[in-house]
C-alpha cells in the first residue's frame, strides 16, 4: 500500500523551520539567516520512497502583522495548519511557552495529528530538556513531543520513523522524481534574497523584493535578469553602494550559488528599482506572488 501526505511545518520565527525542512528533504529548498521572516512563501519539499511520498511544507514564522506583506505571510501560516495530514509544531529550548498563544490555541483544535518537536537541544542539558519536555506536556496534553537538533541531524531519524507511521495510505500527489511545487525561477529569487538579507542591516532586506525578469538556458550557461525592488530611493543608495560595490558583492555571492544550485555556469545581471510602498500594495503583493491577494 502506498502513503502520501502534507507535512506541515509551522511555528515561531526564528525557531528553525527552515533547517529543519532543508534536512528532512535532504535539499537546501529553503533559504537560512539569522534574521526572523527569512521565510516568506509557503515551501513544499517532497521526498520520495518506494511506498511513500512525504510532502513537507516550510512556512513563514508567526507573527502579528503590521503591514500587508506579513498579513500575506500569516495567512501560508495558518492555511498550513487547515490543510495538514500531519503537523509539526516547532519550538526550541529558548522559547517561552506563551510566546503567539494564539496561534497555538488553533493547532490545538486542529484534528490532524501534531507533533510538538522541540529544536535546538544540542543549547541546553540534559536536566533542562526533561523539564522542558514536561512543560510542553502541560501545553500540549495530546502531542507527541519529539526533541531534535535540526543542524546536527540529531533524532531526525526517528521524527521520519514517527512521521510514516502516521502518513495516510494515498497514492502520490506529485511525479515521483518531484523536488518542490516552485519553478526555478522561485529559488533564483530567494538566493538573492538570502544574500541581501546576509550583507545589510536594519530595515532594508524586509523592504526588498526580488523579481526575475528573464531567464533564458542554453547547453553551456543560463542568463538571468533580476530586478531588486525597494521602498525607497535611499534604500536604492544603500543595496547599489559606494560605485556599486555592495551591488556587485551581491551578485557575485547569488551567482555562485545559483550555478551550484543549478550544476551550471549562471550569467547574473541584477538591477535596482523603487517601488514605493510595495508591501502595503495589494496589487503589487499580487504581482510579486503572494497568492492571497
Not at 511545487?181 to 546576509?198: G, M, Q
Request: hydrophobic share 40%; aromatic share 8%; glycine share 4%.
Amino acid at each position: 500500500m502506498h502513503k502520501s501526505g502534507f507535512v506541515n511545518i509551522v511555528g515561531n520565527p526564528n525557531v528553525g523551520k527552515s533547517t529543519l525542512m532543508n534536512a528532512l528533504v535532504g535539499e537546501k529548498i529553503s533559504i537560512i539567516t539569522s534574521k526572523a521572516q527569512t521565510t516568506r512563501h509557503r515551501i513544499m519539499g517532497i521526498v520520495n520512497g518506494e511506498d511513500f511520498q512525504i510532502v513537507y511544507s516550510d512556512t513563514p514564522g508567526v507573527l502579528k502583522p503590521n503591514y500587508k506583506l506579513q498579513e500575506s505571510m500569516l495567512n501560508f501560516s495558518t492555511g498550513a495548519l487547515t490543510d495538514a495530514d500531519i503537523i509539526l509544531y516547532v519550538t526550541d529550548v529558548v522559547e517561552s511557552f506563551d510566546k503567539n498563544q494564539s496561534f497555538l490555541e488553533k493547532v490545538k483544535k486542529q484534528s490532524a495529528p501534531v507533533m510538538l518537536i522541540i529544536n535546538k537541544i544540542d543549547l541546553t542539558n540534559q536536566e533542562k530538556l526533561i523539564e522542558l519536555v514536561e512543560k510542553w506536556k502541560e501545553v500540549l496534553p495530546d502531542t507527541e513531543i519529539i526533541p531534535i537538533s535540526a543542524t546536527n541531524n540529531f533524532n531526525l531519524d526517528h521524527l521520519l520513523k514517527r512521521i510514516k507511521a502516521q502518513l495516510p495510505d494515498s497514492p502520490p500527489f506529485f511525479e515521483k522524481d518531484a523536488l518542490t511545487d516552485k519553478p526555478a525561477r522561485f529559488f533564483v529569487t530567494e538566493i538573492i534574497r538570502e544574500k541581501i538579507l546576509t550583507n545589510y542591516d536594519k530595515e532594508v532586506p524586509y523592504s526588498v523584493e526580488v523579481v526575475v525578469e528573464s531567464f533564458k538556458e542554453d547547453k553551456k550557461m543560463i542568463h538571468i535578469n533580476a530586478v531588486i525592488y525597494v521602498e525607497r530611493d535611499s534604500q536604492k543608495g544603500i543595496i547599489i553602494g559606494q560605485g556599486g560595490k555592495m551591488l556587485k558583492k551581491v551578485g557575485t555571492e547569488a551567482r555562485k550559488d545559483i550555478e551550484s544550485f543549478f550544476d551550471k555556469k549562471v550569467f547574473l545581471e541584477l538591477y535596482v528599482k523603487v517601488e514605493k510602498d510595495w508591501r502595503n500594495k495589494e496589487n503589487k503583493l499580487k504581482d510579486f506572488g503572494y497568492q492571497n491577494y
